[in-house]
């Protein structure tokens, strides 16, 4: 046999301690590797910053709105 055709099932068995190791720590870390890089973190950051986006820009109006009526009220 060639070196190629023996690496072969010590690669699929390297593969399989590395898939337990990560579901070992997936499971000690209490989320998913996926996630371990804060990335469902990151989803509701952007999502809690496009709401204050918003209504930042609700306030705006609402606050160029009263400065408009002060501007003429002013003015009579």
């Known amino acids: 046999m060639n070196q190629d055709t023996n690496s072969?099932?010590?690669?699929?068995?390297?593969?399989?301690?590395?898939?337990?190791?990560v579901n070992r720590l997936e499971d000690a870390m209490g989320q998913?590797?996926?996630?371990?890089?804060g990335?469902?973190?990151?989803?509701?950051t952007r999502d809690d910053y496009a709401r204050l986006d918003e209504a930042s820009?609700?306030?705006?109006?609402?606050?160029?709105?009263v400065i408009d009526r002060l501007k003429t009220i002013l003015e009579d």
């Open 8 to 21: 072969l099932p010590r690669s699929r068995g390297a593969i399989d301690r590395l898939e337990k190791a």
């Open 32 to 37: 998913p590797a996926a996630d371990l890089f």
């Open 39 to 44: 990335t469902a973190e990151l989803k509701a």
């Open 57 to 65: 820009q609700i306030v705006e109006a609402r606050l160029d709105a």
